[in-house]
C-alpha cells in the first residue's frame, strides 16, 4: 500500500464509527507506540505509563463519536492523552501514603562498565521526572514529541505564550538538573534580570 | 532580560521561528550575553531530552493494551437480541406477506426466503451494535452529542470469558474495567435496575462459599489463573467486582 492509498486516520474513525472493529484496531496499531511515549514521560514508569495507554484507548473507543474535526486527529489524540495521564497523577498522588518503587539499583560490579550512557539517560529521565507535570508535558511534547507551540497550545488549551514559557522554564530546571546551567561569560551593566 | 526574550529564546531553541524571526532572535541573542547563555542551556537541555531513547512498547505490553480492546464486546440484553429480534420481525414480515400476496395470486418466487431475511439481520452487526433507545433509568448521551459509537461494553458478558494467565496488575485492571462498565452504561444510576437484571438472570449467582460470605447475587464475567490457580471474576451490584480462587474459595482481588 503506497502512502496515498493509506486511510488517514479520520477515515479510520470515520470507519471503526460505522461499525467496522478492524479500523480501530489499525488506528490502535498506529498510535499506541506513540501514546505510551507520551504517558511514559509524563508518568514516569512503565506501568502507569501502560495505564494510562489502556484508558486512551478506551476513551477513545467509547467516545470516538465526540471527535469534531475541528482539529487534527493527533491532536485530540494527545489531548485525550494528557488528560488521562493528568487523571492518574492525581490518582496516584490520593494514594501516595506508599512510597512508589526507587529506581532499581545496581549492584553488580560486571555491569559496572555498561552504566555510562544508562546513568546519563536515567538522570535525564529522572530531571524530567522530577518537573512539575505541566512544565513536564510541554517539553515532552515539544522536545521530544515534536509538535509545533501551536499544536501544544491545543492540547493543553493554554496560550502559545504560556507554553513557551513552560518549555523555557522545563528546560532551565532540567538543565540546572543536569549540572548544565551555561554561565554568561559578561554580565552587561544594566541587565535588569527579571 | 524580561520574560519575552525568554519565550523568544525558548522557541529559538525548538526552532519554532521563521526565517526573518530567526534572524532577528539571533542579534538580539548576540547583543546580551545573558540571552546568549541562556539560549546555550536551553539547546544543552533539549538535546539531553532528544537524546533519549525512542519508547516502544515490548511484546508483552502490547499485548496487555489490546487484551483490554480485544475483549469480546458484552452488551446490554437489548443489544444482544437485536439480531434474534430481528430475525423475528423478519419472519412475521414476509409469512404476512406471503399470506396476503398469495391471497392476491402474486408470484411467491419473487419474494425472499425466510433463511434470507433471517441472514440478512444476523449480518449487519453495526445496525446490531448501534445504541438501543434509552431505557428507563438509563442515562441519555450527552445533549449536543450524536451517540454513534457501537458502545465498549455492557451490562453482562455474552458468556464467560477467558482471561488467561494475570498478573496481579492485570487482574485489578480488569476488575476495574468489569465494574465500571456499570457507569460506562450508565448504570450505576438505577443500582436498583442492576439488582433485578441480577435476580432475573440465570447467571446472577455466586459459589455458596461466596455466598456464605456474604456476597451478593452477581453476575459470572469470565475466568483465568492467577499464579497458576484457577480463578473466577464476577461483576457485583454497586460498581463493584470480586475475584476468587477456585480451590479455596478465598477472595483474591476486589474493586474498589
Redesign the interface.
Known sequence: MTEEDRPTDEGLLDRY?????DA??EL?SRH??RV??VC??IMGD??SA??A??ET??TL??????FSGRSAFTTWLYRVTVNTCYDQLRRIRRHQAQPLDESPQVDDPAQQDQLGARE??QE??AA?ARLPPDFRTA??L???EDL??KEVSDVVGVPV?TV??R??????L??ES?G?????????IG?N?? | MHDHDDELIAALAGGHLSSAETEAARATVASCPRCSAELATQLSARQSLRSLDQVTLTDFERSRLHHVVDRPVARPWYVRLAPALGAAAGFVLVAGLGVTLLGSGADVAELPTVSEASADAIAEPASAAEPAPAAEGIEEPEAGLVERSPGLLGLAAPGPLDFGDLTEADLGTLLQLIALEQELEGLSESVTQLQEKLAEDATASVPECLEDAGVPPAIYVGTGTLAGEPIELFMLPDNRAVAYQQSSCEIVAQFP
Not at chain 1, 17 to 21: A, I, R, Y
Not at chain 1, 61 to 66: D, E, L, P, S
Not at chain 1, 180 to 188: D, E, I, T
Open positions: 464509527l460505522s461499525g467496522d472493529s480501530f484496531h490502535m499506541e507506540d505510551f511515549s511514559l514521560r512503565r506501568e501502560l495505564d495507554t489502556q484507548f478506551l473507543y467509547r467516545k470516538a463519536n465526540r546519563v539517560r535525564i529521565e524530567l517539553v515532552v515539544v522536545d521530544m509545533s507551540l505564550g513557551k514559557s518549555v523555557f522554564r522545563a528546560r532551565r532540567l538543565a543536569l548544565n546551567l551555561a554561565p554568561p561569560s559578561v554580565h552587561p541587565d534580570d527579571a
